[in-house]
């Protein structure tokens, strides 16, 4: 008789029932949200999510106002009747079968509730790289022009003679500043050969 009742205790007791459902798009170490319903059952319990039995350090999960390790209890999380987020994160890649377990005083019940793939950001890295080379390139571009404006322009000799600068004049060739020199030279000359020949007369 007392084997009877207690099988009829342990069949009260598994009644609970509980539904738990999370995104479909999880990421490595990124915040998400699964729903918690709890029903045929009583009282308040407190609530453990566990996705890797072996290494439950991978998991995340927010209580009082904190990230904890999975190892822990959600203590008087959720009431019979009631739905609450679950706030979680995985720290690693991979597909974790979920264990949800509640325990109310000496009452401990796990259930499976499915199965989380979680992926890597890998497109958002590519394009966040894309983004980063564009703009290495642009600042690249900006740079280079400022430095061709501070540069002064070159002046070519299509006659392969040799270009200098004068200040008082420009740019000229080695030629055409030689030619400009012989006239003041010859000017100079004549005016001291006339010089030697007004001395004579005197």
């Known amino acids: 008789m007392k084997w009877l009742v207690l099988v009829l205790l342990m069949g009260f007791v598994s009644a609970v029932e509980v539904d738990f459902d999370c995104p ?7 915040e998400f949200e699964c729903s918690l319903e709890v ?4 009282g308040v319990y407190d609530v453990k999510v566990e996705v890797d039995k072996e290494r439950s350090s991978i998991l995340r999960i927010f209580d009082s106002g904190d990230w904890k390790s999975g190892y822990y209890y959600l203590k008087e999380f959720i009431e019979d009747g009631d739905e609450e987020d679950v706030k979680l994160k995985i720290l690693e890649k991979g597909r974790y079968d ?3 377990k509640l325990r109310q005083g000496s009452y401990r019940e796990e259930f499976d509730v499915g199965r ?3 992926l890597v950001l890998e497109e958002e890295d590519e394009e966040e790289e894309e983004e980063s080379e564009e703009v290495e390139k642009v600042e690249r571009l900006e740079s280079e022009v400022v430095v061709l ?3 002064e322009p070159a002046v070519i000799s299509l006659n392969g003679d040799v270009v200098i600068e004068d200040e008082g004049w420009g740019y000229v060739s080695k030629d055409g500043w030689i030619v400009d020199w012989l006239l003041y030279g ?6 001291f050969l006339v010089g030697i020949l007004v001395l004579d007369k005197f």
């Open 186 to 191: 010859f000017c100079l000359f004549m005016i």
């Open 98 to 100: 979920v264990i949800l």
């Open 39 to 42: 029903s045929d059952g009583d």
């Open 116 to 118: 989380l793939k979680v």
């Open 149 to 151: 404006e501070r540069l």
């Open 24 to 30: 479909d798009d999880i990421y490595v170490g990124e």
